[in-house]
Every structure is written in C-alpha cells, then in structure tokens.
C-alpha cells in the first residue's frame, strides 16, 4: 500500500524528510480495525516527531495520529464496529500512524464519524477534541454547565487547533466565561467566531488586560503553548484554589518552575492524549465514549469542525507542506489532507 514515512529525521525543507514509500498492507487482528483512511490532518506532534536528531529507521517510519475513514475488516476481538462503518480517531503515538492508505487502530479509541461531517472535517477533530474534553473533564474535573457555579477560563492559545475546539466546549459544554488569548488580527477574529467572550494578547501581561475586563483573576487557566514562558501570567491570573490544564512541556525537557503557584493552592494537572492508548489504561475505552458523544454534540450543531485548510491529497510534497505550516508557528484551526495521491 501506499504511505508517506521518514527513514531520516531532517529539516522539512529537506526532500528527504518525508518521502513516498510503498508498505505492506497490515491485517486486523485482536480489537483492531483495519481502515481505509480517507482523510488525515497533521497536529505539532508530527512535526516534534520528525524533527531532526542523528537516527536513522530501517523501515519506513509512518507519522500521523487524526484520521477519518472506513473500516475495511476487524479483528477477532472486535465488539465495536463492523466492516463499512465510518470512523474517526487519533490513534497511539507508540504504533505507525495514519499517514498511509490502511491503518491499524484499536477499536477501543475509535468513535463513529459524525454523519454531518465531511472526511476532511471529521478528520481534522480527534485528537484536538480528546486533548481539550480529557483536559477539561477528566484532569480538571470541570463540571458541566448547570452543574457548579459561575466560573471563568483563560486559554492561552486560543486559536491554535486544540485552543479552538476548547473554546468550544467550554463555552457549550461547560458553560464557562471563556477569555482566550491571540495576538494578530485574524486569530481574534477566529477566536470570537467560535464563541470567546474576550480576547487578550499574549505577547503583553497578562494581569492588566484581565483587570481591564472586569475578571482580575480566572478558575481556570488551559496553556497550549509555551508553558515555560507564561508560568508568571498565570500564577497572577489564577484564582487562589483554581486550576492549570497544559499540554506542552517546557522547551528541551528542561525543569518547569511552579513555585508560584504554591502560595494559592493552585492544581497543576498535565495531558496528554496519548496516555490512555501508548500505556493500554483499565480506562481506554474512555476514548471511544468521548468520540462518540463528542459526534452527538456536532451533528447537532453544539460544536463546529475546526478543518481551515485542505492542502490537497496525501502524499510526501503536501505533508512536508502541511509541516512547515505547523511549524511556522502561525497556524489558525486545522490542516487537513484526503485521499492518496
């Protein structure tokens, strides 16, 4: 079958970095599905995984954890799904990815594809919503709206692909006050369409911004990037007893200082994605229920994809593309890519 992988771990800029290989078509066993992957986007992830180190694969290393397809067949284990069932997911960042015409993912993180979603809007949500939803719900314990009092959220990069699916269920979901930040005229906007109530710009304190909005101090902070460089923003932002959400470790795994945050109680809680899939938790099948509800809350207009740009079919000229988008740092919403070719 066809894919897109590395054998070198090269600047995007290099041809090399991304190439176009032929691979054995896997087949299901246990809980997995077999997927015929109509469509694929591209998350930092892929990008921090091919970033260059001296490594060299024997076999093609295949990248890419958000896709939209068809199940082609199953394992003997499967309970789940059948052949033909649309499906989207994100996958484990422990086995090959989704960037290839058939993939292998077990049924247990797999949802059904939301029916009013085309592949390459479905394909754009997975891992962007589980970040956000596990973030919220399962790290932070935010109630759902109606069930806890008034409450405020500060998301620090509000228009990047996890920052405008959490914009959106904290606000419906949750039904949270939600700030976010951006910083250039097209991301405010972005952030504002999906239902921010205010916007603050990261690059400027942020205590004199929030004070300006008549909310001095938030419940709770969600950081999507640069955790090492807001550390001081939001040890002035949080409420004494609120909480912290991030999902970026500090540059170059370098210790993150959080001693600011003693004197007000404060709850740091991590997330990552890939937890439950890479370490096989008693909760896995967390997964799937939260994909499956989450494309409930689409097809009734709750949430909205996130998909900005489609950058053509999957082959190794357009994901070096798609890399370098991400990688510039610049990205608004999602980019996505369909079919091979």
């Not at 992830?45 to 939209?68: N, S």
């Not at 949500?125 to 596990?134: K, S």
């Not at 096989?280 to 709750?302: C, N, R, V, W």
């Not at 996130?306 to 740092?329: F, M, Q, V, W, Y």
Request: proline letters at 6%; one cysteine or more.
């Amino acid at each position: 079958m066809r894919a897109v992988g590395l054998y070198k771990y090269l600047p995007i800029e290099n041809p090399e970095s991304l190439v176009d290989v032929e691979v054995p078509k896997p087949k299901a066993r246990g809980r997995d599905l077999l997927v015929r992957v109509q469509a694929v986007s591209v998350n930092p992830v892929d990008t921090k995984v091919r970033a260059p180190k001296d490594q060299v694969e024997t076999e093609p290393r295949i990248l890419g954890w958000d896709a939209a397809g068809v199940v082609e067949a199953v394992g003997e284990e499967v309970t789940l799904f059948s052949p033909g069932a649309e499906v989207y997911y994100a996958g484990s960042n422990v086995r090959p990815g989704c960037d290839c015409e058939y993939h292998l993912v077990d049924e247990r993180i797999v949802g059904r594809k939301p029916r009013n979603l085309t592949w390459e809007e479905a394909a754009a949500m997975p891992l962007t919503t589980l970040t956000a939803w596990e973030v919220l719900f399962d790290r932070m314990a935010v109630p759902r709206a109606g069930e806890g009092p008034a409450a405020s959220v500060l998301i620090i990069g509000g228009a990047g692909g996890v920052g405008s699916i959490a914009i959106q269920i904290a606000k419906k979901v949750a039904g949270l006050r939600v700030l976010a930040t951006a910083s250039r005229g097209e991301s405010v906007d972005w952030c504002l369409s999906l239902g921010a109530d205010e916007i603050i710009d990261h690059r400027q304190p942020f205590a004199g911004q929030l004070k300006k909005l008549g909310e001095p101090l938030v419940d709770y902070i969600l950081c999507f990037n640069s955790t090492e460089q807001h550390v001081q923003n939001m040890a002035d932002a949080i409420k004494p007893q609120g909480k912290i959400g991030c999902i970026v470790g500090a540059k170059n795994n370098q210790p993150l200082a959080t001693s600011p945050f003693m004197r007000k109680s404060v709850t740091f809680c991590w997330e990552l994605m890939f937890t439950r899939p890479d370490f096989q938790t008693p909760d896995m099948i967390a997964q799937h229920d939260i994909l499956s509800s989450t494309a409930k809350l689409f097809e009734d207009g709750t949430l909205k994809t996130t998909l900005r740009d489609k950058l053509g079919p999957l082959n190794a000229e357009n994901l070096r593309h798609a890399h370098a988008r991400i990688e510039s740092g610049r990205t608004i919403g999602k980019l996505v890519l369909s079919g091979i070719g």
